[in-house]
C-alpha cells in the first residue's frame, strides 16, 4: 500500500511533465492529490426528454442515432461530423469538430446517452460536441455527477479525476481525526466514505454532505490548532511587571482618556502583571484612540526596564506615530526612535546601534524592524498597528526578538466576531466601543453623476470656510476599460477645469515614499485645499482640519475599506462630511452602499460587508494571517465554522492531551497546517 506522502510519479501515467502540471497546483504527493477537491459538480444523472432540453444549459439525455454519420473536410486542420438523433418527444442534429472517434463510435440504430448544450434559436436548434457513451458501458462522463476541478494548462479534467481515482486505489485516505462523538452530534460523515463521496458522488446530496464534513474538519482542525497554542502559552513564565504608577502618564495627555480606553489599559496591566506573556488584541472603531492604549502599555513596560517594538504597515503612519509618541514620551524621559526603510543606510546604523546597546526604548518603524540586523538589548512588548496588513509569521519574527516579550495587537478594522476568532483566536480580546468626546459622526451621502455640480460646489464651500478636502478615487492612472476616475488624471482637471483658484494636491501609492510623506506632511500642515489620492490614505492619516471626504466610483470599495477612508474626516471639532459616488445602477450594490450612509457602526458595516462580499475584503491578500482554506468559504460556511469551534473547545478540554487514534493524527494534521499556512504562530 502506498503511503500519502509517496511523490505522484508513483502513479501509472505521471512522468515528469505531468508531475509539473501537477505541481502548478501544488500537488506532489499522493496526499495532495486526494485532498485537491473539485471547485463544483455537474449533475449528470437526470435524463431529459429531447424536447424538454434548454437553449444553453448542459443536460443528459438518450437518444438513438438516426444516420451514418458524415464527416466533411471543411478547411486545413478542420473536419466536421453531423449526425442526426432521436428520441420519442424529438430529433437533434449534433455537430463534431475535429472528433474522428465520434465519427467511428456512433452506430446507426444504435443508443447513446448524451451530454451537451443546446444552441441556436427559433430557426432551429443543434448541440455541438456532446460528450456520449454507449449504453452497456461503465458510466463515466454520463448518468453521474461528475466532479470538476481547478486545474492548470495541459491538464484536463479527465486526466484530474483519472489520477486521484489511481490514488485512492493505491493508498488509503487521510486518517479520522473527527472523534466519533463529535460527528454524530453534527451530523459529520467520517473520514473514509467522505473523501470517497467528495470525488465519486452518487447523488448531488451525498457530495454536499461530503463537502459540510470537510468544511466542518477544516474548521475543526484550525480552531483545535489555536487551542492548543493559547494552553502552551499558559505554560509559558515570564517576570511579571511590578506596579506602575500611571499617574504621570494620564497628566502628559493632551486630553482625558475614554472609559473604554481605561477600561483596556485596565486588562493590559492585569495581563503584564500576571507572569504570563500578553497576546492581547485591542479592537476598535475609526478614532477611538487605540493608540493612546497602546502608548500606555509601552509605558508600563519602559518602566519596567525594558524595550517596545511598534510595527506600523506605512512609512506615513510610522512617521505619525514617532510624531505623537515623542512629544508624549519626551518629557518623560522616554527615548523613542522609528526605523523605515527609506531611511539612509547611516541612519539605519545608528538607530540599530542605539537599540542593541539599549540606549532606545521605543522603536517605531516598518517591515525594516523584522530585518536580521536589527537587534535589541532587551525587547519585552511588541505592538503591530493594523495587525490585518502582516502574517502570522512576521509578527512571530519580530516577537523572536525578545525573550517571550508581550505582544499588543491593535486593529481599526472592525471584525466581525466569527471572523476575529478565526483570525485571532490565540489573543485576548479587547473592543473600544467609546469614541472620544467630541468625535462628531460624519454624514454620508450616496449620490450619481448628475450631482456633481453640487459636489464641486460643496467642496468650495468647505474650503472657504477654511477647511480641507479629501478626494479619493479607486485608481491611479487612467484606464478606459474600467471606465473608473484615476487620480493622476482627476487632480489635474480639478486643479485645471474646476478649481483653478484652489491648492489641489496629488498622493498616490506609486510614488516613492518620501514624496508621499511630503504631500502628507503639506497637506496635513494645510499648505493645500483639497488632496487627490488613492486608498494610500487609508490608514492613520490625522488631519483634524479636513470635513470632507469625496469618494469616486465607491462601488469599487467594500463596505469597510469605505469606512476606513470615511474615518480619515471628522477628527476635529468641525461637521464633516463623506460624499460617496457610482455610477453603478445594479439594485445589490446601490444596496450594500446605502447601508454605509445609515450607520457609521463599524462593527454592523463590516457585518453587512461578510455578508455580501466574503471574508476578503477585511484581510486583503494571503498575506492577511488568514488561514487559506481548501473547501471551506469563510462568508458561506459560519454556522459551520461556529459548530466546529464549540467541538473543539468541547474536544481541547475532554481529549487535548489524549492518546486516541483520533487525537494523535489531528494533533499532527495541527502542526503541518501552521507550518504551511505561515511558519509558527506565536
Known amino acids: 500500500m502506498a503511503r500519502l506522502s509517496d511523490p505522484v510519479t508513483l502513479l501509472k501515467g505521471v512522468g515528469p511533465t505531468k508531475a509539473k502540471q501537477f505541481a502548478a497546483l501544488n500537488i506532489y504527493t499522493l496526499g495532495d492529490l486526494i485532498c485537491h477537491f473539485p471547485r463544483g459538480y455537474e449533475d449528470r444523472t437526470r435524463l431529459i426528454p429531447i424536447e424538454k432540453l434548454e437553449a444553453d444549459t448542459p443536460s443528459c439525455f438518450r437518444a438513438m442515432v438516426m444516420n451514418t454519420p458524415r464527416t466533411a473536410h471543411i478547411r486545413k486542420g478542420l473536419d466536421l461530423t453531423r449526425v442526426q438523433v432521436a428520441d420519442h418527444s424529438a430529433r437533434l442534429t449534433l455537430t463534431f469538430f475535429n472528433n474522428k472517434f465520434a465519427a467511428e463510435q456512433l452506430q446507426y440504430g444504435k443508443e447513446y446517452i448524451f451530454y451537451g448544450a443546446l444552441s441556436g434559436d427559433f430557426s432551429g436548434y443543434s448541440m455541438t460536441n456532446p460528450v456520449f457513451e454507449a449504453m452497456d458501458s ?19 479534467n479527465a486526466a484530474m479525476l483519472k489520477a486521484i481515482r489511481q490514488a485512492m486505489a493505491v493508498c488509503d485516505t487521510p486518517p479520522e481525526i473527527l472523534p466519533e462523538s463529535v460527528r454524530r452530534e453534527f451530523g459529520i460523515l467520517d473520514a473514509g466514505r467522505a473523501y470517497a463521496a467528495i470525488h465519486e458522488p452518487s447523488s448531488m446530496a451525498e457530495a454536499e454532505l461530503a463537502k459540510k464534513r470537510l ?31 500611571l499617574n504621570a502618564f494620564y497628566d502628559a495627555l493632551p486630553f482625558p482618556l475614554t472609559g473604554a480606553q481605561k477600561r483596556a489599559i485596565g486588562e493590559i496591566t492585569q495581563d503584564v502583571s500576571s507572569g504570563f506573556p500578553m497576546n492581547r488584541l485591542i479592537q476598535g472603531d475609526v478614532g477611538s484612540g487605540k493608540t493612546m492604549v497602546a502608548a500606555a502599555a509601552a509605558y508600563l513596560a519602559v518602566k519596567n526596564g525594558q524595550q517596545v517594538a511598534l510595527m506600523a504597515p506605512t512609512e506615513i503612519l510610522a512617521e505619525q506615530h514617532q510624531q505623537s509618541l515623542s512629544k508624549l514620551f519626551s518629557p518623560l524621559g522616554i527615548r523613542t526612535v522609528l526605523l523605515t526603510g527609506s531611511m539612509t543606510a547611516k541612519q539605519k ?9 539599549g540606549q532606545a526604548d521605543i522603536a517605531i518603524g516598518t517591515h525594516a524592524l523584522l530585518s536580521d540586523t536589527t537587534q535589541f538589548a532587551n525587547l519585552g512588548l511588541v505592538i503591530a498597528d493594523e495587525q490585518h496588513r502582516f502574517g502570522v509569521s512576521q509578527r512571530a519574527k519580530l516577537s523572536g526578538k525578545g525573550n517571550d516579550p508581550h505582544l499588543l495587537v491593535m486593529s481599526a ?7 476575529a476568532l478565526l483570525m485571532y483566536g490565540d489573543l485576548e480580546v479587547s473592543i473600544i466601543d467609546e469614541l472620544p468626546p467630541g468625535r462628531k459622526s460624519v454624514d454620508t451621502f450616496l449620490v450619481g453623476e448628475s450631482y456633481r455640480a453640487r459636489i464641486n460646489a460643496f467642496i468650495r464651500k468647505q474650503v472657504q470656510e477654511g477647511h480641507q478636502c479629501f478626494v479619493v478615487c479607486p485608481a ?7 471606465g473608473i476616475k484615476a487620480a493622476t488624471v482627476w487632480a489635474d482637471t480639478l486643479q485645471q477645469t474646476v478649481f483653478p483658484d484652489l491648492r489641489v494636491m496629488l498622493i498616490h501609492g506609486q510614488m516613492k515614499g518620501s514624496e508621499k510623506e511630503a504631500a502628507m506632511a503639506a497637506f496635513a500642515q494645510g499648505q493645500a485645499d483639497v488632496l487627490v489620492a488613492t486608498t494610500v490614505i487609508e490608514v ?22 469605505l469606512h476606513q477612508l470615511r474615518g480619515r474626516v471628522g477628527r476635529g471639532g468641525h461637521q464633516s462630511y463623506c460624499i460617496l459616488t457610482t455610477h453603478n445602477r445594479n439594485t445589490e450594490t446601490v444596496s450594500r452602499l446605502k447601508a454605509l450612509c445609515k450607520t457609521t457602526d463599524g462593527f454592523k458595516i463590516a457585518e453587512e460587508d461578510l455578508k455580501m462580499r ?10 492577511s494571517g488568514l488561514p487559506t482554506f481548501r473547501v471551506a468559504n469563510l462568508s458561506m460556511d459560519l454556522q459551520t465554522l461556529k459548530d466546529a469551534q464549540q467541538a473543539s473547545a468541547q474536544w481541547i478540554d475532554t481529549e487535548g492531551t489524549s492518546d486516541t487514534p483520533e487525537a494523535i493524527a489531528l494533533r499532527e494534521r495541527i502542526g503541518v497546517l501552521f507550518q504551511r499556512t505561515e511558519g509558527t504562530m506565536n
Not at 546604523?349 to 546597546?357: C, G, Y
Not at 492619516?541 to 463596505?559: H, K, S
Open 476 to 482: 491611479v492612472e487612467e484606464n478606459e476599460d474600467l
Open 413 to 419: 478594522t472592525p471584525i466581525p466576531r466569527t471572523l
Open 215 to 245: 468544511i466542518f474538519e477544516e474548521f475543526f482542525v484550525f480552531s483545535a490548532g489555536l487551542s492548543l497554542i493559547r494552553a502552551s502559552r499558559a505554560e509559558k513564565r515570564i517576570p511579571a511587571y511590578h506596579t506602575v504608577e
Open 138 to 156: 461503465q458510466p463515466v462522463t454520463t448518468r453521474r455527477v461528475l466532479p470538476i476541478y481547478p486545474l492548470t494548462s495541459g491538464l484536463s
Open 614 to 623: 466574503g471574508p476578503g475584503d477585511f484581510f486583503g491578500s494571503r498575506q
Open 349 to 357: 546604523r545608528e538607530v540599530r546601534e542605539q537599540l542593541s546597546l
Open 540 to 561: 492613520g492619516v490625522d488631519v483634524p482640519n479636513a470635513t470632507l471626504m469625496v469618494i469616486e466610483d465607491a462601488d469599487r470599495f467594500g463596505l469597510s475599506q
